[in-house]
T-cell receptor, first 111, second 115 residues
Framework: QQQVKQSPQSLIVQKGGISIINCAYE??????FPWYQQFPGKGPALLIA?????SEKKEGRFTISFNKSAKQFSLHIMDSQPGDSATYFC??????????FGGGTRLMVKP | DAGVIQSPRHEVTEMGQEVTLRCKPI?????LFWYRQTMMRGLELLIY????????DSGMPEDRFSAKMPNASFSTLKIQPSEPRDSAVYFC?????????????FGPGTRLTVT
């Protein structure tokens, strides 16, 4: 019940295109949903996050869409750039102050 | 701030040897997390400290793994004896009480190879 399922595992997008990564969860006790971005050789870094009482949050080219009834949320990267090439992790936060991470999506944006 | 500092960055050791990974959290952060990252299992939380006290160690794989946080600025993760299946990247992350939920700051990781 603590799992967060993420898809796809890998994604190739042309420069300027839209990258979409999806996540689903089961535990309704999760209370915050962050996305992390990880470049090769680096630790993950917080990218954007959303509360479960909000359906959408946008920061620049990055948007989270959240569907509470379906227990799904997704990351959209508009106008994808080669510099966005990285591994993206969705996560879910519980009241115990811990994060459960999805399996990760390796994004490659082709010039 | 220098961010979360981990050492060593790379460690190669032989099976059966003891391995100690070190972490210095961001000053003022009072929560510290140890994660393990592998291709097969992704990012797994091993143990979580709050104010230097272990809160949840349910992710620690077995008794070969132990973690300590003797003070607010230092933590260690020890594997004794090490096995090839322990090969992974180990991350330390820290968090401030005033940070938003889910906001953790990760170190650069230690890549461990056990031969």
């Amino acid at each position: 019940q603590q799992q967060v399922k993420q898809s796809p595992q890998s994604l190739i997008v042309q420069k300027g295109g839209i990258s979409i990564i999806n996540c689903a969860y089961e535990n309704t006790a999760f209370d915050y949903f962050p996305w992390y971005q990880q470049f090769p050789g680096k630790g993950p870094a917080l990218l954007i996050a959303i509360r479960p009482d909000v359906s959408e949050k946008k920061e620049g080219r990055f948007t989270i869409s959240f569907n509470k009834s379906a227990k799904q949320f997704s990351l959209h990267i508009m106008d994808s750039q080669p510099g966005d090439s990285a591994t993206y992790f969705c996560a879910a936060h519980n009241a115990g102050n811990m994060l459960t991470f999805g399996g990760g999506t390796r994004l490659m944006v082709k010039p | 701030d220098a961010g979360v500092i981990q050492s060593p960055r790379h460690e190669v050791t032989e099976m059966g040897q003891e391995v100690t990974l070190r972490c210095k959290p961001i000053s003022g952060h009072n929560s510290l997390f140890w994660y393990r990252q592998t291709m097969m299992r992704g990012l797994e939380l091993l143990i979580y400290f709050n104010n230097n006290v272990p809160i949840d160690d349910s992710g620690m794989p077995e008794d070969r793994f132990s973690a300590k946080m003797p003070n607010a600025s230092f933590s260690t993760l020890k594997i004794q004896p090490s096995e090839p299946r322990d090969s992974a990247v180990y991350f330390c992350a820290s968090r401030s009480l005033s940070a938003s939920r889910g906001e953790q700051y990760f170190g650069p990781g230690t890549r461990l190879t056990v031969t």
